[in-house]
């Protein structure tokens, strides 16, 4: 007893560098919100009391460059500290130490300010808590990224998928909804935990991060969901309980909008993000909840007129699924990007901005097509290129190239007495940009399977068909949803799921004989890798993923490609296309010396 005594005492005089390290911290550390001389640090303590941050050029910190202040910390509750003062693409190793002296080190690196370096990073979104321990990030921490973006739905904060279990609400609850999204079965491998230690991480709501479909900026008596009484969605109790639970959650900074002129945006949070990676990349981290007008109601298929109204709503309402704001950020920040020279725009938004159709499309950006349509032209009309869409939400992996409608074309189709297509007449104009929806960390159900239940209860296919689509391999079911999709969105114009119907010169580089090829994968969870190669500044694009488990399967599989493809950056860069001269030289040199 005096010995134990005697060590609380030390405990409480002696500075943590001073005391051998009890034990590792139960969540590990993690960075985020990089920027070119600052991140975010992340621990959760063991023991309440207080929890500092080291930051080192070594992993044996030897060369400790910053020291955080004592750092007030209870358990179940993350303590963060923004490392300032740091050098542009630079390694670092940090380590945080709670009052215990329980101790968890990590590593990450801040972005270039300039040049070519090459950037390797990966992105995926759907993270249900119950499916935890997450075998498919068994292979990030193995590959060196630079960082990784968990794109929306990182909890499920309502009773989804498990029956019996209470809908998150109050901030206590939220905060469980996390807890049980980082801590694994017992005797499990903390996948997550060993990606969060090895890389930094940038992090996004989606909706079930306060609950399912919300749109922040409706009126809060539009959905009773929500307390009615605040103007807005996003200004009720259960709202900031959400977000707040979500920025304990995560590594990043507490941002606020200003003075923007809407008061849907005006002080409110601000979750958007951007960064440049040297001229290799820009990254733009869109909020698509916290601002969007109410939902348009889902049409019934089998009701053409329905769909019809629906697609002439979408396409000419002056609505907004991001905010203006927003808008106006995105543009600024994607023609700035063009004119100093980055090769590669990344656009990170939880809703796909392709079109699917009109299936269960009010929550996609196709209920928000004049918005959609806006942001596509601005891109096509500025020139700007190597634009990619980054989008999560359907527990699937899906690729196309985009399009878009002109709002006066739409307005010319729709007024037209003469025209029974309605906005189907107005032409779709092509945009040399892309996208691609990751799949789910792990979600039960994947989309292969919900599409086809979603058909079926549309009248899109019968009960032999689903009998049919049960008795194929993975191979054929992937082929057989491509069909399908693509018979949805072929007629109304849309560009059927690829790249091959583009300008954007691409490879399929998916290996032989496994069960997917490049542009879709959705039996499967996992996550997507970019990764731009520093001299050519060509993207590859590779999909790693482990077969799809349900609720109360702890699987022990092994991350494998499941789907690679890769896409040459429009125009060269000068560093390559100098390179390639050259090259061009010597040959015409070597030629000459032949011919004589």
Do not use: C
């Not at 990182?154 to 109050?170: K, L, Q, S, V």
């Not at 399977?449 to 019968?462: E, F, N, R, S």
């Not at 059927?496 to 542009?519: M, V």
């Not at 609720?551 to 789907?563: I, K, N, Q």
């Amino acid at each position: 007893m005096r010995l134990t005594r005697l060590a609380a005492a030390l405990a409480l005089i002696l500075p943590a560098a001073a005391q051998a390290a009890v034990g590792a911290l139960s969540q590990g550390v993690v960075a985020g919100d990089l920027r070119h001389d600052a991140a975010m640090l992340w621990a959760m303590p063991n023991v309440a009391g207080s929890l500092s941050f080291e930051v080192a050029t070594d992993a044996a910190f030897t060369q400790v460059v910053l020291n955080s202040s004592p750092i007030s910390a209870t358990p179940g509750v993350a303590a963060k500290w923004d490392a300032t003062g740091l050098a542009a693409g630079t390694t670092y190793f940090y380590r945080a130490t709670d009052f215990a002296n329980n101790m968890s080190s990590g590593t990450f690196t801040t972005p270039f300010s300039g040049g070519f370096n090459g950037l390797r990073f990966g992105v995926s979104g759907d993270w249900q808590g119950e499916l935890t321990p997450y075998p498919a990030f068994g292979n990030v921490a193995g590959r060196n990224l630079n960082f990784f973006v968990q794109l929306g739905d990182t909890i499920y904060a309502e009773d989804y998928h498990t029956p019996g279990e209470p809908t998150a609400a109050t901030l206590a609850e939220y905060r469980a909804k996390y807890a049980q999204a980082l801590t694994p079965p017992a005797g499990t491998a903390n996948t997550l935990k060993d990606l969060r230690q090895s890389t930094a991480v940038y992090s996004m709501i989606d909706d079930h991060e306060v609950v399912n479909d919300f749109a922040g900026g409706a009126p809060s008596a539009s959905d009773p969901r929500f307390a009615p009484g605040a103007p807005y969605i996003n200004e009720t109790q259960r709202y900031a309980n959400g977000l707040q639970a979500f920025h304990e959650a995560m590594p990043m900074q507490n941002l606020v909008y200003g003075a923007t002129g809407d008061p849907r945006t005006a002080g409110k949070t601000q979750l958007f993000r951007s960064e440049s990676f040297g001229r290799d990349a820009a990254m733009f981290l869109l909020d698509a909840r916290s601002f969007r007008d109410q939902e348009l109601g889902n049409p019934n298929l089998a009701n053409p007129a329905e769909v019809g109204a629906f697609l002439a709503n979408s396409a000419l309402a002056p609505r907004t699924m991001l905010g203006a704001q927003q808008v106006a950020d995105l543009k600024a920040g994607l023609l700035s990007a063009q004119n100093d020279g980055v090769t590669w725009k990344f656009v990170m938004v939880p809703e796909p901005i392709m079109n699917l159709g009109p299936l269960a499309a009010a929550d996609r950006f196709e209920g928000y097509a004049a918005e959609r349509n806006d942001i596509l032209r601005f891109v096509d009309e500025n020139g700007i290129d190597n634009v990619v869409f980054v989008a999560a939400d359907l527990h699937g992996t899906l690729v196309n190239d985009l399009s878009y409608q002109k709002t006066e074309e739409v307005f010319a189709a729709v007024t037209n007495p003469n025209n029974p297509f309605g906005s189907l007449a107005a032409p779709q104009h092509k945009v040399d940009s892309w996208e691609i929806i990751t799949g789910a960390a792990a979600f039960d159900q994947p989309l292969g399977p919900t599409i086809i239940q979603q058909a079926l209860a549309a009248g899109l296919i019968d009960a032999n068909t689903v009998a049919y689509y049960d008795s194929l391999s993975t191979l054929g079911k992937e082929q057989f949803l491509k069909q399908l999709i693509d018979a949805q969105i072929v007629p109304l114009g849309y560009n059927p799921l690829g790249l091959e119907d583009s300008a954007i010169p691409f490879a399929d580089l998916t290996p032989f004989g496994l069960p997917q090829d490049y542009a879709l994968a959705t039996h499967t969870y996992g996550w997507t890798e970019f990764a731009i190669d520093p001299v050519t500044q060509a993207l590859t694009v590779t999909t790693y993923g482990v077969p799809a488990y349900g609720l109360g399967v702890l699987s022990e599989a092994t991350p494998v490609v499941v789907s690679q493809f890769q896409v040459t950056a429009v125009p060269e860069p000068e560093a390559y296309a100098l390179m390639l001269a050259g090259l061009g030289l010597v040959g015409a040199l070597a030629r000459r010396r032949v011919n004589r």
